[in-house]
């Protein structure tokens, strides 16, 4: 087991506790954090793909970004009982959890638990294949063969820009 299995694994790992205890906490800033430590995680993730420019956007995105607009929300509600937002197991939400156990055994099923996706393999199915994900080889891809379709949609953003500017604007009279 290389250390990088094991490095992967455990982000893993913190990814779906992270998840879980996001979806489990009844106080929505916890939750709001939790979600932070699961795009981090994810990020960490996408880094030991050799990923870096998706874990950078990863970062940079949703735990920047995103997560931002999350807690502005939340302190905007300003809930200050949490009371009515807690509901109690019933049978419905036990039976919804078997049905998602269920998926989940199926989809590991048809998967293959082992189906030996390992870094060795994917060096011996593209010889790019670890080069794809990197901030170099998307930016050579980007300007050189993708410029004109990159040129583009940056006028169409400023173009967008520009209208939401006009259409905000105050007419005096």
């Given at each position: 087991m290389s250390s990088e299995l094991i490095v992967f694994l455990i982000l893993a790992a913190v990814g779906v506790l992270s998840g879980i205890l996001m979806i489990t906490r009844p106080n929505p800033v916890n939750s709001a954090l939790f979600l932070i430590l699961n795009f981090m995680a994810l990020a960490g993730l996408y880094i030991t793909l050799h990923a870096q420019f998706v874990a950078i956007i990863q970062i940079l995105v949703y735990a920047g970004a995103i997560m931002v607009l999350v807690l502005f929300v939340i302190m905007l509600l300003n809930l200050e009982d949490e009371e009515p937002l807690r509901e109690q197991m019933s049978k419905r939400h036990y039976g919804s959890l078997l049905v998602a156990l269920l998926a989940l055994v199926l989809i590991?099923?048809?998967?293959?638990?082992?189906?030996?996706?390992t870094l060795e393999t994917m060096r011996e199915q593209s010889p790019h294949a670890l080069r794809i994900g990197t901030v170099e080889h998307i930016g050579s891809?980007?300007?050189?063969?993708?410029?004109?379709?990159?040129?583009?949609?940056?006028?169409?953003?400023?173009?967008?820009?520009?209208?939401?500017?006009?259409?905000?604007?105050?007419?005096f009279p």
């Open positions: 590991v099923q048809v998967i293959g638990w082992n189906s030996g996706g891809v980007l300007f050189t063969e993708h410029v004109y379709p990159f040129e583009l949609t940056s006028i169409l953003l400023l173009a967008a820009i520009v209208g939401a500017i006009v259409m905000a604007k105050k007419r």
